[in-house]
């Protein structure tokens, strides 16, 4: 049976391998997604440095991911991705 490949969006609240759209992932067939979007930083106001402490924990996670043989799609804040939906597109 052929595994469907998946795109799995993970968000900065999201960060655990318990979570449960990561408990039935497999790096074999799932690609992680992952977006630092201005919207999603702005949308409630926050201390800049929280921000950069939650776009730090994703870039860790990220390369978590990337160790644990997961493709991986990184948007950082520089590359201007205005909404999560633009990322997963």
Do not use: C
């Not at 201005?38 to 990220?62: D, G, P, W």
């Amino acid at each position: 049976m052929t595994k469907t490949k998946r795109l799995i969006l993970i968000l900065a609240d999201q960060l655990s391998w318990q979570q449960p759209a990561l408990l039935d992932s497999s790096p074999d067939t799932d690609t992680l997604v992952f977006a630092e979007v201005a919207q999603e930083a702005t949308y409630v106001r926050h201390n800049k440095h929280k921000i950069t402490f939650l776009f730090a924990a994703m870039r860790k996670f990220a390369d978590q991911a990337r160790n644990k043989g997961y493709s991986v799609r990184y948007f950082t804040i520089d590359q201007q991705i205005k909404t999560l939906l633009e990322a997963v597109q």
